[in-house]
């Protein structure tokens, strides 16, 4: 069992910066892979970004790539989402989720562990 957390969201205007964290606890972090989704209102789950057990490989949306960056200190047991360049669209609410797999790291069903989401709001 693992128990996500995440943090770091809030009300910010275009163009700045945020860094979202999700600190886990509960069964050894680095024996998962982590994702961030997102979903906005009236919009499904989409894939963000995803960083593999070690950290040594990472994936990108299309719409984040260049922008955001994933990483994650296992010591720590957490994962960052450095968000640069903020745009309205990238309004929504992001979770971050673990999970066993090691392939198909975009599939929000390749998880089993979810945090309970962090709101991030930008405007124009």
């Known amino acids: 069992q693992v128990q996500l957390v995440e943090s770091g969201g809030g009300l910010v205007q275009a163009g700045v910066s945020l860094r979202l964290s999700c600190a886990a606890s509960?069964?050894?972090?680095?024996?998962?892979?982590v994702g961030w989704f997102r979903q906005a209102p009236g919009k499904e789950r989409e894939f963000v970004a995803a960083?593999?057990?070690?950290?040594?490989?990472?994936y990108y949306a299309d719409s984040v790539k260049g922008r955001f960056t994933i990483s994650r200190d296992n010591a720590k047991n957490t994962v960052y989402l450095q968000m640069n360049s903020l745009k309205p669209e990238d309004t929504a609410v992001y979770y971050c989720?673990?999970?066993?797999?090691?392939?198909?790291?975009?599939?929000?069903?390749?998880?089993?562990?979810w945090g309970q989401g962090t709101q991030v709001t930008v405007s124009s």
């Open positions: 960083i593999s057990r070690t950290g040594r490989s990472t």
């Open positions: 509960g069964s050894t972090f680095s024996n998962y892979a």
């Open positions: 989720a673990a999970g066993s797999s090691v392939v198909l790291l975009h599939d929000h069903r390749r998880y089993n562990y």
